[in-house]
């Protein structure tokens, strides 16, 4: 990592300052994501947080699980919204294609390569075995991510309390209950929509409020 | 074998687009759809052609909707008669995959565009702070909760041990360590081609 110009660790409020870590360019975004898509292998979010959250800091946390709870909210693939999110909010539109560009082409060759050249060996019980380790250690990773989140919630406008409810009912109604996505959303985000709402409202209304 | 041909890549791509605008958490949810549309209800895929290439793009790095390009060129490729039948069937494995990418991407990506931009526009108003707020809990626990249903999938934790082991590690690994991801993915690979797993 290159000196910084600037005195090292500004304080959380000045965050806003100039300095702030950003992609240089539209190829440096470009690069960038696809260098995150091709490590990603049995999903790419781990990824997408280590390195844009953790090593280049484009993003705080809390950015992080904003831009991902609209990316998971709307259709589409995830970690496909997600790039194309944070490249239009550097660099607008072309930022947003720059990003897709770099989640799709390479995984795509990669993948078109590994299906015309693997054709006849998908049958090999150790190419079964690596894969199903692999999908062990990728669901492990996905899993891993989720927790490494947590922190965002300290700022909750909810509270801990209601956050920690709302995770453990949508944790049991999609892992045990197996209740379909719209549901859960209906019946856990919505009635967590209005209480987020009360509480902003209650905030707005008490000057300097107390927590 | 019959069945796909050019004339068909239209209702491929109407296939998609539908597919693409309802897949709210991600393209994997309309496997079910789409598994019913290419093997069910047309003659396009075989059972096992439609789950190999679902498998086979879970092994590929990258999102994983990329596992609709691989379906894409199975259809045009088994239709065309296979790998071996000249130069005919691999263009049209070829137009089949560019137009299921087309049709997957491009309505959910545009719509998502749109209606990010408006939240950012937006982000001061009390819904639009709420509804970042209600969902970062959410969407936690979803993402603990995919990690849980990719393992389950294999079998629970009496049928299939040590890959919930394995799971179990390398979420504490990316939890309380900064280890690189892909020694975890390769140590992965190698635990289950030994046969640990």
């Excluded at chain 2, 000249?86 to 749109?114: D, E, Q």
Aim: net charge positive.
């Amino acid at each position: 990592m290159p000196p910084s110009e600037n005195s090292p660790a500004l304080p959380e409020a000045e965050v806003q300052s100039p300095s702030l870590p950003r992609p240089a360019s539209l190829t440096a975004l470009f690069w960038a994501i696809s260098g995150i898509a091709l490590q990603g292998f049995g999903g790419v979010l781990a990824v997408v947080q280590r390195e844009l959250v953790e090593k280049k800091q484009w993003l705080s946390t809390e950015e992080f699980v904003e831009d991902w709870a609209v990316s998971q909210i709307m259709p589409g693939p995830n970690v496909v919204n997600l790039a194309l999110i944070i490249g239009d909010r550097y660099f607008g539109w072309r930022g947003a294609l720059a990003a897709l560009a770099g989640m799709l082409t390479f995984p795509l060759l990669v993948v078109m390569a590994l299906t015309i050249g693997l054709a006849g060996i998908g049958h090999i019980p150790a190419v079964q075995g690596a894969l199903r380790g692999m999908g062990a250690v990728s669901a492990g990773l996905i899993a891993g991510t989720g927790i490494r989140l947590v922190p965002a919630l300290r700022s909750n406008a909810m509270g801990t309390l209601a956050c920690a409810l709302i995770a453990a009912s949508v944790f049991i109604a999609i892992a045990f209950l197996r209740v379909p996505l719209a549901w859960t959303l209906l019946g856990i985000g919505l009635p967590a929509f209005f209480w987020a709402l009360h509480r902003i409202r209650a905030l707005a209304a008490t000057p300097q409020g107390h927590p | 074998m019959t069945g796909f041909g050019y004339g068909n890549l239209l209702d491929l791509l109407g296939c998609f687009v539908t597919l693409s605008l309802l897949s709210v958490g991600g393209a994997i949810t309309t496997v079910p759809e789409m598994h019913r549309y290419l093997v069910a209800q047309n003659p396009w895929l075989t059972d096992s052609q439609f789950s190999a290439s679902i498998a086979l793009a879970q092994a590929a790095p990258g999102p994983n909707v990329m596992f609709v390009a691989v379906l894409g060129w199975n259809v045009g490729m088994a239709s065309g008669g296979g790998p071996a039948n000249g130069p005919l069937p691999w263009a049209l494995a070829a137009a089949a995959m560019a137009v299921s990418m087309v049709g997957i991407i491009i309505p959910s990506t545009t719509l998502t565009f749109f209606a990010a931009r408006w939240g950012q526009r937006n982000r001061e108003r009390a819904e639009v702070r709420a509804f970042k707020q209600s969902m970062a809990p959410v969407v936690i626990a979803l993402l603990v909760a995919t990690g849980w249903l990719l393992t389950a999938s294999h079998g629970n934790v009496q049928q299939a041990p040590l890959l919930w082991v394995l799971t179990v590690v390398s979420a504490m690994l990316v939890w309380k360590t900064r280890i690189h991801l892909l020694w975890l993915i390769g140590a992965g690979a190698l635990t289950g081609m030994l046969g640990l797993v």
